[in-house]
């Protein structure tokens, strides 16, 4: 069982950036690989990033490449969003997810979630 708790939503101003985080519980933290995915009101959940196990590969969706940055912290078992020039259309929940499938983009192979940060971007 892996545990997940997100922080560092917010209200930020377009252009704006925040930083998310994601604890994880258990000593088996680099075992999954870790994605973040966003849902926003009346809208399917999407992915966003995804860092391998050692985190030396990162899979970003093309419209947030170049602003947002996923890293982690196999010590501290803690995956990090850096998301910059946000977007008022990024306004969403961003949920923190692990896998332990290989490197994936899709949701469904995501075993564990946590429950989810708010980001609000105002224009």
């Known amino acids: 069982q892996v545990q997940l708790v997100e922080s560092g939503g917010g209200l930020v101003q377009a252009g704006g950036s925040l930083r998310l985080s994601c604890a994880a519980s258990?000593?088996?933290?680099?075992?999954?690989?870790m994605g973040w995915f966003r849902q926003a009101p009346g809208k399917e959940r999407e992915f966003v990033t995804a860092?391998?196990?050692?985190?030396?590969?990162?899979y970003y969706t093309n419209f947030v490449k170049g602003r947002f940055t996923i890293s982690r912290d196999n010590a501290k078992n803690t995956v990090y969003l850096q998301m910059n020039s946000l977007k008022p259309e990024e306004t969403a929940v961003y949920y923190c997810?692990?896998?332990?499938?290989?490197?994936?983009?899709?949701?469904?192979?995501?075993?564990?979630w946590g429950q989810g940060t708010q980001v609000t971007v105002s224009s």
């Open positions: 997810a692990a896998s332990s499938n290989d490197d994936s983009n899709y949701a469904p192979d995501y075993n564990y």
């Open positions: 258990g000593r088996t933290f680099s075992r999954y690989t």
């Open positions: 860092i391998s196990r050692s985190g030396i590969r990162k």
